[in-house]
């Protein structure tokens, strides 16, 4: 991989000069064109699925529609509401605590996985890293039906095996429980995802830079830290920012694992949850679009401040 | 023959779990009490109307997920080939309920007949989504259901929906762990049912006499209706009652109260893994169900087969021969179908004729609604192996005569189940309050409907 970057990029080749003015006219207007044909399915799929619903649930949130009596133009009263909105407030928090405890596990996980695997002293390399990212590959649906399973409090294999040592296996999806087993789910699921991203960040290392290192006497563990570490942080950013939205989005795992325990796991226990019940339990469409946008402003603000830390540490180092 | 039948039983019972499920989570239905005076009496539809519509091709949509209801409505066809229904299951309980709602809302889309709980028929009605099904001969049927059925379907003159099954409640238990733990009979009273539970904990400390779901409002709704309370009504317009207090309502509250605080219940959450496998592991040694539960517990716990029994729900007061209602479902037909005469025909006929309602009841299991099946020899003499022999259907028919009438829904049952797992289910899970949970949820329902624009009593 590092040879091809040290290679010239073969799109760098240009036609000879010669003749260049002549010719040149007239192929730029239908190569503009093409490059508009080329982007135009993803532009019409992304105003029809993306821009159209976004502009309509924005507009949704302006009016109240009632069971009775009908619809209403309110102008921002839903945010209002939403803003002192106890469950939605908790909700916020809850998956901000979900961030703060999963994410840097996560992140940790995949970056230890990716410099192991970098190393190239792990025999069967292949295996182990397919078996890493295996789990994302497994829809996220299926895994929270499975871990469901493996959390039963009676007949659950955890409760079995600690059972069976003569202990007794928290009860994963009580109170004090249920937000650590979601991000073990989470982190499961997502950490051969990072890893990845990580892993390639890794690859494109020139490795130049290692062999110079090892001639002034660096250990692996030196390199990892004044090499690869500062070489892939724009890939950690990266993967950080997804997380912030992964999480602050969290849904499927609560959403499925909310019939396990409908006590624990309310209605409104993620705010994308609170708002996908507001809008199809409680019938309040309006509020639930409210919900969505604010919970959208939430996300791109975090996202905002990671991003502004991380680049003014790079500024600093 | 009979070994025939049986195995295709137990293999269809295995299907129509998943079905029974959603009517688990169902509940009663859409009666509204006496309020019937504002809906004007539509106009008769005539015969030759009804034969004129019969006999020109007609292309009609139904929703619903009822396993196997392509062999009723290939009947159908058979019956009228110029009619082509097409089946479709979009899910099931809320899915299919929101998917519907959306359609209706859109003005695409939505199916001429649907599949329609009892207690989802006022929300429907709410949005004048149903159409009246009296002038297309659908008031004749009211002798042919048990009183209690017809007032979830009716409003005075007017019916929403035609019943297909339903879930009178009665009580599977364990004999033999029963009998081990010195219990000789079902207790027949709830009295005699604390008793028992107390004796048979003391035997069993890692096991229950029963366990009541916090998240499970329909058969705390069912626990209700058979005290006699009548929480809910809604009159079809813009008025509904919440009424969680007085006597009816204490006597059942007070009643599991003091069973979850003496720890003489679990509280587990039903329909899940762990619940199935402490029905078959015997962590539960009863469990006080409807109609469909006997076929559903069979799919469930099949190593026990043989063991457990059907009686009555206890009762009250001694002597007494009340029960309530579970679950079970009707076929409505949409307000914007453009084929009234041949959607109507469709409910009704499935439901109604010889053939297609005998074996919605010995297929597919699901337990009739309609009284001609309920009589049916055919049905009621089904001996069942795994209650060792006993005529389940025969126990569950006579139940369903025992059902109070006049028990209301609201039109919002969706928002007031889930309100309940929050309310109610969290009192019961932590073994806490139950009166402050009932209480809280009777607050939450009135805010909710005072919100939404209702009148609320």
Known sequence: MSTSTTSAPPGAARPPAAGRTGRRKSLQRPEKIAAYLFVTPFFLIFLAMIVTPLVYSGYLSFFREQLIGGDAFVGFENYADALQDSAFMSGVLRVLRFFLLQVPIMLALSVLFALVLDSGRLRLQRFVRLSIFVPYAVPSVIAALMWGYLYGPDFGPFAQLAEALGGSAPRFLSGQWALASIANIVTWGFVGYNMIILYAALRSIPTELYEAARIDGAGEVRIARSIKLPAIRPALVLTLIFSVIGSFQLFNEPSLLQSLAPTVITNAYTPNLYAYNLAFVNQEINYAAAIAFLLGFVIMIVSYVVQLSSQRRERRS | ?457
């Open chain 2, 1 to 457: 023959m009979r070994t025939n039948q049986r195995r295709a039983a137990a293999f269809a019972s295995v299907v129509a779990a998943g079905s029974l499920v959603l009517a688990a989570c169902g509940g009663g239905g859409g009666d509204t009490g006496e309020g019937g005076d504002d809906a004007s009496p539509a106009e008769e539809v005539s015969q030759e109307e009804i034969d004129e519509a019969l006999s020109t091709p007609t292309q009609l949509l139904f929703w619903t997920w009822v396993p196997d209801i392509q062999n009723q409505v290939d009947l159908f066809m058979e019956e009228y080939p110029e009619i082509d229904v097409e089946v479709v299951n979009v899910g099931q309980g809320a899915d299919h309920y929101q998917k519907l709602r959306s359609a209706l809302e859109a003005g695409t889309g939505a199916p001429d007949v649907a599949q329609m709980e009892f207690q989802h028929i006022s929300s429907f009605r709410l949005g004048d989504n149903l159409m009246d099904l009296a002038p297309y001969g659908a008031g004749e049927l009211e002798g042919d259901y048990p009183e209690w059925v017809w007032s979830q379907v009716s409003d005075g003159e007017a019916v929403y929906g035609i019943p297909q099954d339903v879930g009178p409640m009665g009580n599977l238990y364990r004999e033999d762990l029963l009998t081990e733990a010195g219990i000789e009979e079902a207790p027949a009273t709830w009295e005699e049912f604390e008793a028992a539970a107390r004796t048979y904990r003391e035997a069993n400390p890692d096991s229950y006499l029963t366990n009541l779901p916090s998240n499970q409002a329909g058969q705390f709704m069912g626990f209700l209706w058979q005290a006699g309370a009548r929480p809910f009504s809604y009159d079809g317009a813009e008025t509904v009652s919440i009424n969680l207090e007085g006597p009816e309502v204490d006597k059942v509250v007070e009643y599991w109260s003091r069973m979850l605080a003496d720890d003489l219940v679990s509280t587990d959450v039903d329909f899940t893994d762990q619940w199935y496998q402490g029905l078959s592991a015997g962590k539960y040694a009863s469990w006080q169900t409807a109609a469909w539960g006997p076929v559903f517990l069979q799919g469930t716990a099949g190593n026990t087969s043989g063991l457990w029994r059907a009686a009555p729900l206890p009762q009250w007061e001694a002597g007494e021969n009340v029960s309530g209602n579970w679950g079970g479902s009707t076929d409505a037909v949409m307000s914007t179908t453009e084929n009234p005469i041949a959607a109507a025909e469709l409910a009704k006929w499935i439901n109604t004729a010889q053939e297609p309602a005998l074996r919605l009841a010995t297929e597919q299991f699901l337990f009739p609604a309609y009284t001609p099946v309920l009589e049916d020899p055919a049905f009621l003499e089904q001996e069942a192996e795994f209650y060792g022999g006993q005529k389940v259907n025969q126990l569950f028919s006579e139940i369903s005569e025992t059902v109070s009438t006049d028990f209301g829904w609201l039109p919002f049952m969706d928002y007031a189940y889930s309100s309940y797992t929050e309310t109610v289910g969290k009192a019961i899970e932590d073994r806490g309050d139950l009166a402050a949970g009932v209480q809280a949820w009777q607050e939450d329902l009135r805010s909710y409907a005072e919100d939404q624009g209702f009148t609320v009593e």
